[in-house]
C-alpha cells in the first residue's frame, strides 16, 4: 500500500549526529506526557524517528538500550517468598495460633507436630503454586498482547506495517491504532480518522473519548489535562483508527507511574463464593473448638488448662490443610489439560472453577450461531423491489470507509458488499473519498464523505447501518427517482419490510444518502440529519455447522444459553430457531429500557434472545443476571463485547477477538467454536469436582473424629487420643487426600453447574460425620469388650491403638465410597485414590504393631478387636452406601 503522509521529509534526519537522546530520559517525555507546545516535526525529530518510522535496526539497538516496553509489574514471585507468601493462608494462620497457644502451655510435643504440619502443607503448596504459576504464565504467552508497528528494513526501504508483541515496542516507533486495540504505550497521533479512545483505566471517564492529531501547536495557554492529540497506555480504541509516535514505554508511560502495575478488576467471583465461602465457615468452627472443649472438660468433668493441648489438637483435626493443594493442583492440572486437548487457555486458575460452576451461558452471534462469511443476497429500494444501486452506493460507502482508515481492519460485512458489487461491475473510484466515520458500535452506523469528480462544490454523506439507526436520521425518502417526506406510516411500512427481510434469517443493512455544499471542516455525528433513505442490502450468514449439536450439548449440562446481539431481533430469533433453540419472547434492548436489579434479571431470565443490545446493554443484563444469583458465562469477541466480558463471571473470547477483548477475557478459545466452551465447561467441572470431593470426604471424617473425640474425651478417665497421635493421624490423612489432586471424578460430576453451596455442603458434612462419629463410638463399645477380659482391660495405649486402626481404616473406605459422582458401578477402576485408600489401611493396621506404636503411647488390641472392627466396618460402609444413595439431597449434592 503506497504509504501517504503530510510531514514534511526532513524529520528523517539522523538526530545522533546532532546529539539529541532519543526517547527514555528526555525531560519531556517522562510520564507526564510531553507539552502541546511542541509541533508534531518537532517531536518527531526529538526523538530522531519519522513518520516512516523506524528502522528494524534502529529499534533493535532501542531495544537493548533502554529495555522492553513491560511496566514493572509484580514479577512471578520466586519459590521462597511464595513460600513466606503461604504463611498468610487462613488455615495455616489459625495452625500457627494453636501452635503458639500449645507453646505457651509448654507443650512441646503438640507444638512441634503443629509446626511440622504447617511447614509440610507450607512447602507443598507454595511449590504447586510455583509450578502451576509457571505454567499459566507459559499458557499466558499463547495470547500475547500484539501491536501493529510500521517499521523499515533499511534507511531506503518503504515502511511495512507488521504485528510485533508490545513488550518490543520502543521510543521513536510509529504504531497503527484501530478499534479494540490496546493504546500499547504512550503515544502522540500524527493522524486520526474518527478516533475515540477508552481511557477509564486512567482517569475513571466511563465514555470513549475523542482524540485527533495536533494540527498546530497549542500555544502559550494551559495545557488541558487530557490533551486530545495524546493517547495513553492503558486506554484501549472504542472506534476509528489513528497512527501514532510511541513517545513512552514501559516504566516511563503515565500508566506506570500510576499504578506500577496492570490493575485488577473484579469482585468476588464464584470461586470465592464457594470455596472461600467453606474455608471460612471452617476457621470459624476451629476457633470456637478449643473454648468449647475447655470449657465442656471443665464443667463435666472438672479439668482444668491441662486439657489445652487436647482441645488444640481437636481443632487441628478439623483442618483441611491440603485444600490449597488440592485447589491449586486440580485447577492447574485441569487448565494445562484443556490447552493440550482443546487448545483453550485458561489465563486465570479460578476461572477453571467458575467455569465449571455456569449456569448460564451470554452469546453474541455472529461467528458464534452463524459462521461470519456473509454473503450479499439482494439489495432492494423502499418499496421492497430489486435496486441494484442501493448496493453500489453500499459499496461506495464500504470502499471509502476502509480505504480512508488509518488502520484498515477486514470487517465481514464490508467485504462481502464490496464483492458483489465487483462482481456487479461498480466502480467506488467513481468518486474521491472525503473523510469517514468508521463503524462505531454505539451508533451502528458507517459513514463515508466522498466527491464526484468534477463536481467541487457538493459533497455526498453515504451512510449505511442498522435500519432503525439509519431511519432516525432520515428524512425523505427515495422512492422511483424522487424524493418523498419520510412520514411515521413510511417508517413503519419500511421497519415492517426491514423485519419480513429479517424474518428469513437476513442481515439487514439500510442505506441513506445525503447532498451538502462541500466544506473543510470535520464531518462528525451532528451532520447525520435530514438524509434520504435509499433501501436495504441483505446478507446471508451461514449457520455455524457444529452450533446445533453444542447447544444441544450445553443443555443436557444445565447451562442455559441467552443471545446478546447487536443485530436485528428477527435475524437473531431466526439463527436461533433454525438451530433448534427456541427463542421465546424476543425482547430489544431499547424495551428493557431503564430496567435494572431484579426487574431486569426477571425480565432476561424469561428470555432467550435480547437484540440491538451496545455494550452498556449487554454489560447489564450480565450484571443482572449475576446479582440474581446465575453464575453467568459471556463469549464475545469485539469491542462491544467487552464490558461485558468484564462483568461476567467468566470472560470468553476466540483468540481472534479484539486485542482488548483478549486482555479482559478470562478464558481464550482456539477457535469461536461453540463445541470448545462446552469441553471447557466440563474441564471446570472436572476440577471442581475433585477440589469438592476432597472437601467433603476430609471434612466429613475430621468432623467425625472431632465429635468421637468429644465424646471419649468426656467418657473416659484418660484423653483418649494424645494431640501427637492426632496429628500423626492427620498427616496420614493429608498424604493419602493428595491423591484426590491427581483423581478424575466420575461423569456424574459433568452432568450439571459445579457449585459448592456452603448450606448443602455443611448438611453433607454433619450426616457423614455423625455417622463416623457413630461408627468410632460403637468402636468404642467394641474395644472395651474385646479387652474386658485380659490383663490390659482400661490401658489406655490399647485404646489408643484400636482407635487409631479404626480411623485410617474407615477414612480409606470414605475414600472409596464418597468420590465425587461415583456410583457404585464406576467406582471400581483403581486409581490414585484406591492406592492411596490401601496404603492408608495397611498404615492403620501395621502403625500401632509397629516399633513406632510405643513412642505414640500405642500397643498392640487383642485378636478379639479385629474381628469385632471388621463387622463394625462391615455395617459403617452398609450405612454409608445406603445414606448415599436413599438421600437424593445428599449424594446429588456428591
Ligand atoms: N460495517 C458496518 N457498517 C455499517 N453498519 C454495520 C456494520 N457492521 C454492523 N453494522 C450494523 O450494526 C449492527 C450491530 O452490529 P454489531 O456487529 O455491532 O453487533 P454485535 O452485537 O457485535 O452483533 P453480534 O452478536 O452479531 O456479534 C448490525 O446489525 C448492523 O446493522
Ligand atoms: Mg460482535
Not at 484501530?178 to 504505550?185: E, M, R
Not at 472443649?293 to 486439657?307: F, I, K, Q, S, Y
Request: glycine share 10%.
Amino acid at each position: 500500500m503506497p504509504e501517504t503522509t503530510a510531514a514534511p521529509t526532513a524529520a528523517r534526519t539522523p538526530a545522533h549526529s546532532r546529539g539529541v537522546r532519543p526517547g527514555r530520559g528526555l525531560p519531556p517525555f517522562t510520564g507526564a506526557g510531553e507539552p502541546a507546545a511542541l509541533t508534531t516535526l518537532q517531536v518527531l525529530r526529538l526523538l530522531d524517528s519519522g513518520p516512516r518510522g523506524l528502522t528494524e535496526e534502529q529499534a533493535e539497538e532501542r531495544l537493548l538500550r533502554y529495555g522492553e516496553n513491560v511496566v514493572p509489574a509484580r514479577r512471578p514471585p520466586s519459590w521462597p517468598r511464595r513460600f513466606v507468601g503461604s504463611l498468610r493462608d487462613p488455615f495455616t494462620a489459625v495452625l500457627l495460633c494453636l501452635g503458639v497457644v500449645s507453646a505457651a502451655v509448654a507443650s512441646w510435643g503438640t507444638a512441634c507436630v503443629i509446626m511440622v504440619l504447617v511447614v509440610v502443607s507450607c512447602a507443598l503448596r507454595s511449590g504447586g503454586e510455583h509450578q502451576a504459576g509457571r505454567s499459566m504464565a507459559a499458557l499466558r504467552e499463547l495470547v500475547p498482547t500484539t501491536a501493529s508497528v510500521q517499521r523499515r528494513t533499511a534507511d531506503d526501504a518503504p515502511p511495512r506495517v507488521r504485528e510485533i508483541p508490545v513488550d518490543q515496542l520502543v521510543v521513536g516507533d510509529v504504531v497503527r491504532l484501530g478499534a479494540g486495540d490496546l493504546v500499547p504505550a504512550d503515544v502522540r497521533l500524527l493522524r486520526a480518522s474518527g478516533l475515540t479512545v477508552h481511557q477509564a483505566a486512567l482517569t475513571g471517564e466511563s465514555v470513549p473519548v475523542p482524540k485527533n492529531a495536533l494540527d498546530a501547536p497549542a500555544g502559550g495557554g494551559a495545557e488541558p489535562p487530557e490533551p486530545p492529540h495524546l493517547c495513553f497506555q492503558g486506554s484501549s480504541v472504542a472506534s476509528g483508527s489513528g497512527t501514532a509516535l510511541v513517545i513512552a514505554t514501559g516504566p516511563d508511560t503515565r500508566f506506570a507511574a500510576a499504578y506500577g502495575g496492570p490493575a485488577r478488576r473484579r469482585g468476588e467471583t464464584a470461586f470465592d463464593r464457594s470455596v472461600h465461602g467453606i474455608a471460612w465457615t471452617l476457621i470459624r468452627f476451629m476457633l470456637l473448638t478449643p473454648p468449647l472443649v475447655l470449657m465442656a472438660n471443665a464443667a463435666l468433668r472438672g479439668r482444668g488448662l491441662e486439657t489445652l493441648p487436647f482441645a488444640v489438637a481437636v481443632a487441628v483435626g478439623l483442618t483441611p490443610e491440603m485444600l490449597p493443594v488440592i485447589v491449586t493442583a486440580a485447577l492447574a492440572r485441569g487448565a494445562s489439560a484443556l490447552a493440550r486437548t482443546s487448545g483453550v487457555i485458561v489465563k486465570r486458575l479460578p476461572a477453571l472453577h467458575d467455569l465449571g460452576a455456569v449456569d448460564v451461558l451470554c452469546l453474541d452471534k455472529t461467528g458464534t450461531l452463524t459462521q461470519d462469511r456473509p454473503v450479499v443476497e439482494r439489495s432492494l429500494d423502499a418499496r421492497g423491489d430489486n435496486a441494484p444501486d442501493v448496493l453500489e452506493w453500499a459499496a461506495v460507502n464500504s470502499f471509502w470507509t476502509v480505504e480512508l482508515a488509518e488502520l484498515p481492519v477486514p470487517d465481514t460485512l464490508d467485504e462481502a458488499i464490496l464483492d458483489a458489487a465487483g462482481e456487479r461491475g461498480a466502480d467506488p473510484f467513481a468518486y474521491d473519498g472525503i473523510a469517514a466515520l468508521p463503524f462505531d458500535p454505539s451508533h451502528r452506523l458507517a459513514t463515508a464523505v466522498v466527491r464526484r469528480p468534477g463536481r467541487h462544490t457538493t459533497h455526498t454523506l453515504v451512510v449505511k447501518g442498522a435500519v432503525e439507526d439509519v431511519l432516525d436520521r432520515c428524512g425523505s425518502v427515495a422512492v422511483d427517482g424522487a424524493d418523498a417526506a419520510l412520514d411515521a406510516a413510511h417508517r413503519e411500512r419500511l421497519l415492517g419490510l426491514a423485519a419480513e427481510e429479517a424474518a428469513g434469517g437476513l442481515r439487514l443493512l439500510a442505506v441513506a444518502r445525503a447532498e451538502r455544499p462541500a466544506r473543510l471542516g470535520p464531518y462528525s455525528d451532528k451532520d447525520l440529519r435530514g438524509l434520504t433513505f435509499l433501501g436495504f442490502v441483505a446478507l446471508r450468514d451461514a449457520l455455524a455447522p457444529t452450533a446445533t449439536d453444542a447447544l444441544e450439548d450445553l443443555a443436557r449440562r444445565g447451562v442455559a444459553v441467552k443471545i446478546l446481539t447487536g443485530d436485528h431481533p428477527g435475524t437473531a430469533a431466526r439463527a436461533c430457531r433454525d438451530l433448534g433453540l427456541d427463542p421465546g419472547e424476543v425482547l430489544t434492548a431499547g424495551r428493557l429500557g431503564d430496567l435494572r436489579g431484579p426487574q431486569l434479571a426477571a425480565a432476561v431470565a424469561r428470555a432467550t434472545v435480547v437484540a440491538r443490545c451496545t455494550a452498556q446493554d449487554k454489560a447489564r443484563i450480565v450484571s443482572a443476571l449475576r446479582a440474581g444469583g446465575r453464575i453467568t458465562g459471556f463469549l464475545g469477541d469485539g469491542v462491544n463485547d467487552l464490558p461485558a466480558l468484564r462483568a461476567a463471571d467468566v470472560g470468553i473470547c476466540p483468540r481472534g477477538a479484539v486485542t482488548v477483548a483478549r486482555e479482559g477475557a478470562d478464558v481464550v478459545l482456539a477457535e469461536k467454536d461453540l463445541t470448545a466452551i462446552d469441553r471447557a465447561i466440563t474441564a471446570g467441572r472436572r476440577s471442581s469436582g475433585t477440589i469438592a470431593g476432597y472437601l467433603r470426604i476430609t471434612l466429613s471424617s475430621n468432623l467425625g473424629n472431632v465429635i468421637a473425640m468429644l465424646a471419649a474425651g468426656l467418657l473416659l478417665p484418660f484423653l483418649p487420643m494424645l494431640p501427637a497421635q492426632v496429628l500423626v493421624q492427620n498427616l496420614c490423612f493429608d498424604a493419602a487426600q493428595l491423591a484426590f489432586a491427581f483423581d478424575r471424578p466420575g461423569p456424574a460430576a459433568e452432568r450439571k453447574p459445579a457449585v459448592l453451596r456452603t448450606r448443602t455442603f455443611l448438611r453433607f458434612i454433619t450426616a457423614f460425620g455423625l455417622l463416623n462419629a457413630a461408627a468410632d463410638i460403637a468402636t468404642f463399645g467394641v474395644l472395651a469388650f474385646a479387652s474386658h477380659t485380659t490383663a490390659r482391660a482400661g490401658d489406655p495405649a490399647v485404646f489408643h491403638a484400636g482407635w487409631f486402626t479404626e480411623n485410617l481404616l474407615t477414612q480409606a473406605m470414605v475414600m472409596l465410597l464418597l468420590r465425587t459422582g461415583r456410583h457404585a458401578a464406576e467406582r471400581r477402576a483403581t486409581g490414585p485414590v484406591h492406592l492411596a485408600a490401601a496404603a492408608l489401611a495397611v498404615i492403620g493396621i501395621l502403625l500401632p504393631l509397629s516399633p513406632l506404636g510405643p513412642p505414640l503411647d500405642m500397643s498392640a488390641p487383642p485378636a478379639l478387636y479385629y474381628a469385632l472392627l471388621a463387622a463394625v466396618l462391615t455395617l459403617y460402609g452398609l450405612a454409608l452406601s445406603t445414606v448415599r444413595t436413599h438421600h437424593p439431597a445428599l449424594s446429588a449434592a456428591a
